[in-house]
């Protein structure tokens, strides 16, 4: 059974580009959250998608979008990147299920360096 | 916003002893825990968890507790080995949502 897959591993681009990152859930899960996490600190929620559908957001700008496909893969965009946005790009995936407590698997993550 | 946070940054432990490492919480509505553990180049691994109407959980040579009162909660380790040297970070969720909170992660170093 695969567990969470992430593209690309590591991906370097330049201030100003775009960059897409890919996330497949583990199998049997419908739900994926995205999280970002800089050198040294803990993950931040950046948000969810259930049901092809952005369900939560954390503090994030709107450079930062999302979809779900009907497979429950996902996508992460960043546009008009930052040097700020290099960190560890993290899936995770779970179930949803009543009271919203389903624990969350997470990927090897993508290594995005802003130049 | 409220957050996770950890006692200890960095935790140093010879092989075969136990190790506890201590989290705070400042969410009183937070009602689901998990404790994960992330080596060098890979993403978090979950290790286990505890909801809120739960003082303790334990597995495989660990076991976390949770202190409501003083929204505390811990992660022990029985008989740590060196493949236990990692970061652990403990997370909090609540309001069944599913967006979790991570402190900022404590590095536990087994010394062989």
């Known amino acids: 059974d695969a567990g969470v897959t992430q593209s690309p591993t590591h991906l370097i681009k330049t201030r100003g580009q775009q960059v897409t990152l890919r996330c497949s859930p583990k199998?049997?899960?419908?739900?994926v959250s995205w999280y970002q996490q800089a050198l040294g600190q803990g993950p931040q929620f950046i948000f969810q998608?259930?049901?092809?559908?952005?369900?939560q957001r954390g503090n994030f700008p709107d450079r930062f979008s999302g979809h779900q496909f009907p497979n429950y893969s996902s996508e992460l965009n960043v546009n008009a990147l930052l040097l700020g946005d290099s960190a560890l790009y993290l899936c995770?995936?779970?179930?949803?299920?009543?009271?919203?407590?389903?624990?969350?698997?997470f990927g090897p993550g993508t290594r995005l360096l802003v130049l | 916003g409220e957050s996770v946070g950890l006692h200890l940054p960095t935790l140093s432990v010879q092989e075969g002893d136990n190790s506890i490492i201590n989290c705070a919480y400042s969410?009183?509505?937070?009602?689901?825990f998990i404790w994960y553990k992330q080596e060098s180049g890979k993403g978090p691994q979950f290790i286990i968890d505890?909801?809120?109407?739960?003082d303790k959980r334990q597995g495989q040579r660990v076991t976390v507790l949770l202190n409501k009162t003083v929204k505390h909660l811990s992660l022990q380790i029985a008989a740590t080995q060196p493949g236990d040297s990692a970061v652990y970070f403990c997370?909090?969720?609540?309001?069944?949502?599913?967006?979790?909170?991570f402190g900022g992660g404590t590095r536990l170093m087994v010394k062989p």
């Open positions: 969410n009183s509505a937070s009602d689901y």
């Open positions: 998608y259930y049901e092809e559908e952005e369900r």
């Open positions: 199998s049997g899960h419908d739900t």
């Open positions: 505890i909801r809120s109407n739960m």
């Open positions: 995770a995936s779970s179930e949803r299920g009543l009271g919203g407590q389903e624990t969350q698997y």
């Open positions: 997370a909090e969720t609540y309001n069944a949502g599913n967006m979790l909170t």
